[in-house]
């Protein structure tokens, strides 16, 4: 199903990539029911524009249907009603990422000012769209740890955008990435504990220590693409479902997309799946089923850059 044509994209430069993500799940014995919700679909946004998107479930569902999240991402419900031993899911899209404008650090507003000014925000798509993010979630709770650490980035009177930058560099460099050392079930405070983790601890890190000081952050998933351009190193976290953080620097900067995996703002090499207060609202792929006896999980994600 392909959505509607997305907004305007602001960026000048841009990159078209055809995204295939492929998702199997092989159970120990029959299944007779299972229920899913996917977040598999790529958003529009403003830097991005979706020509093609198409999903393809095995075996084929007796119920499927999709609708559009409270934080605007598209989600599809499937019941599979018959027995099966595997369940597969097959994402592919075409999708056009721009670069965000160019910021100047230093030239945006005091991070205190931006806190200070969500008072004035009102109505529902500035408001509360901003707003919301400001508040704890299921995986991101506010802490002294947090917040001690996020101090020595927003110290008084920084720029809001330099402050969430050196927090990112500061969270790449000081943060090993592990993909033995956590699981989606680690609490927060083990990884800023350890320092080790991968990206979707990095990005809750980011998200938590922003709201630590009162701005909103969001939590965004997505893709990186799979082979960098001539002379530029491969990103960690290619090749499987990828992470970061947005963090609100007012209304002239807006969202800042940064990526504390790779120490970089969010690019046209970053492709946007959805987004929410944290991973337990954009998970890929969760189901519910009887049986089973246990399953094996294969994932494999392929970013093919596309010739214009």
């Known amino acids: 199903m392909t959505p509607p044509p997305s907004a305007p994209a602001s960026g000048d430069l841009s990159a078209r990539y055809r995204l295939r993500h492929a998702t199997e799940y092989d159970y120990g014995e029959d299944v007779p029911i299972s229920h899913h919700l996917l977040h598999l679909t790529a958003r529009p946004h403003p830097r991005q524009r979706i020509r093609r998107s198409l999903l393809t479930i095995d075996p084929v569902p007796a119920v499927r249907t999709e609708r559009v999240d409270y934080f605007g991402n598209t989600v599809t419900y499937v019941a599979v009603q018959e027995p099966h031993r595997t369940f597969s899911v097959i994402a592919e899209s075409e999708v056009e ?23 004035g925000l009102t109505g529902p798509d500035d408001g509360a769209e901003i707003t919301q993010y400001c508040f704890d979630s299921a995986l991101v709770a506010s802490s002294p740890e947090l917040l001690d650490y996020v101090r020595v980035s927003f110290t008084p009177g920084r720029p809001a955008v330099a402050a969430a930058i050196d927090l990112m560099n500061r969270i790449n460099h000081e943060f090993a990435f592990d993909p033995t050392a956590t699981t989606v079930a680690t609490p927060l405070a083990s990884v800023m504990r350890n320092r ?29 693409r799979t082979l960098p351009p ?12 990828h992470a970061w953080a947005s963090v609100w620097c007012g209304a002239t900067a807006g969202w800042l997309d940064i990526c504390p995996t790779n120490a970089c703002i969010a690019n046209r090499d970053f492709i946007t799946m959805a987004w929410g207060r944290d991973y337990d609202d954009v998970s890929p792929a969760r189901g519910v089923l009887l049986g089973g006896a246990g399953h094996g999980l294969t994932v494999s994600v392929d970013v093919e850059p596309l010739e214009d």
């Open 196 to 224: 080790r983790g991968v990206c979707q601890d990095f990005a809750h890190i980011a998200v938590g220590c922003a709201r630590a000081i009162g701005l909103p952050a969001r939590y965004v998933s997505g893709y990186l």
């Open 230 to 241: 001539p002379g530029q190193p491969r990103l960690v976290g290619a090749d499987v479902s």
């Open 97 to 119: 990422v721009f670069d965000p404008p160019a910021l100047v650090p230093d030239d945006s507003s005091a991070w205190e000012h931006v806190r200070d000014s969500l008072r």
